[in-house]
């Protein structure tokens, strides 16, 4: 089985002074809710031996963030991508098919739509509740954890997915909430 984690980037600055929207910086609020994302991660369990991260400014900075708060082991694998800049479903679905198989979990940080359009489509199971609001939006600096029910990532198919946990900033765990100790 194969889990996968996908993290739109934090909320950006669009009143940043910059030419292009590859290098928009995070605002205050996405500041404050990527290291909120990583602790997300850690508090569900996630390990990703691999992260695939979009290699816009405003994605580099919300793994900057949020990674110091993941309490991930040293080995775990960053790739940049310049790829998955605004990478459709397709180019997504394109990038897990090419992951080596030594990942059997793995984190992508991008970008909507396609992250969003990604998360719903491998979202075939999971709690009602948490599957209508994933459908509805993934807002900025949202989580999402599912199980895949394939071996290898070259066979991942639409609907392959079991949604584990969906996280957002404002509204906490709508789903794979941890048990209170």
């Known amino acids: 089985m194969l889990t996968l984690a996908i993290l739109r980037h934090a909320k950006s600055d669009w009143n940043a002074p910059v030419d292009d929207d590859f290098d928009r ?3 205050a609020r996405g500041l404050n ?9 850690a508090r569900i369990g996630l390990k990703p031996t691999l992260i695939l991260c979009s290699s816009a400014k ?3 900075e919300t793994l900057d963030l949020a ?3 993941m309490q991930l082991a040293s080995h775990t694998e960053i790739v940049t991508d310049d790829k998955l800049y605004l990478a459709s479903f397709m180019t997504l679905i ?4 090419d992951t080596r198989d030594v990942h059997k979990c793995i984190l992508v940080i991008g970008h909507n739509p396609g992250l969003h359009e990604l998360a ?5 199971k999971g709690e009602t509740a948490a599957l209508t609001a994933l459908q509805d939006n993934l807002p900025t600096a949202a989580l999402v954890a599912m199980e895949l029910k394939r071996s290898h990532w070259r066979d991942v198919r639409s609907g392959d997915g079991r949604l584990t946990a969906f996280w957002t900033p404002k509204k906490g765990f709508e789903a794979g909430l941890p048990q209170q100790a």
């Open 33 to 41: 809710a990527a290291p909120l994302a990583g602790q997300a991660i």
């Open 67 to 69: 990674l110091p708060e």
């Open 120 to 124: 719903v489509a491998l979202a075939g």
């Open 94 to 97: 394109e990038v897990l098919r």
């Open 25 to 27: 910086p995070l605002n």
């Open 58 to 60: 405003r994605t580099r």
